[in-house]
């Protein structure tokens, strides 16, 4: 029990992207991750970011997430990664569920989510399986090689988001990303708003 959850960090913020864009959260990001993707651009090693740390029961991680949060009403929670669903588990969900939280996911898809969870964003990498095919929105990293988005297209979510990859290459990025939701119905564009605010 001595290394439950370990955390790269923690801190109040507001959502940056996709349909809750501007929500404020406390965005608890897990250590770890079971893919690597060449474009990944999230530092999800160690324990060692603002608020991170190790902590051995949900009821610890539960207090911390907590003292975070600056007004009495429902706290809402970002668990994201690395890959969160390696260590966000039953115990954790029931925890956080009595204290009246609110949990919000970003995954990669490739594990399936645990009942109780109250928003789902699914966002999936080449090659690889989505067992977690439903959910809130799915959101597509692009442009990736060897992905379809239509693939996705038929499965069960609200929200279908084309999202520029961040790195030397984003003008570009941006302009494939537009260029693909006026030719594809359904599609829209997600701009990741933290990137302009400065926020984490
Ligand atoms: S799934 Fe996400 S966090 Fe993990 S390596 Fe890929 S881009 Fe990075």
């Known amino acids: 029990m001595s290394d439950k959850y370990r955390v790269k960090e923690m801190v109040l913020t507001l959502q940056g992207e996709g349909a809750m864009a501007g929500t404020p959260v406390v965005l608890l990001r897990f250590e770890g991750c079971n893919l690597s993707c060449d474009f990944c651009d999230t530092d999800f090693t160690g324990t060692d970011g603002i608020g991170g740390g190790i902590f051995t029961t949900p009821g610890n991680l539960a207090d911390a997430i907590e003292e975070k949060w600056i007004s009495d009403t429902q706290v809402n ?23 009246s939280c609110k949990i919000l996911l970003e995954t990669n898809g490739t594990l399936k989510a645990p009942d109780g969870i109250h928003w789902i964003c ?11 095919n439903s959910g809130d929105e799915i959101k597509i990293v692009w442009p990736q090689k060897h992905m379809n988005p239509e693939t996705f297209k038929k ?6 988001w084309i999202q520029p990859i961040f790195d030397k290459n984003y003008n570009e990025n941006l302009e494939t990303s537009i260029e693909y939701c006026l030719t594809h119905p359904g599609w829209r564009l997600s701009l990741q708003t933290h990137r302009f605010t400065g926020l984490p």
């Open 155 to 160: 499965l069960n979510f609200n929200h279908f």
């Open 77 to 99: 929670i970002l668990c994201t990664g690395g890959e969160p669903l390696l260590q966000l588990d039953p115990p954790l969900i029931k925890e956080l569920r009595a204290r």
């Open 122 to 132: 699914v966002s999936p990498k080449t090659n690889t399986i989505p067992l977690q």
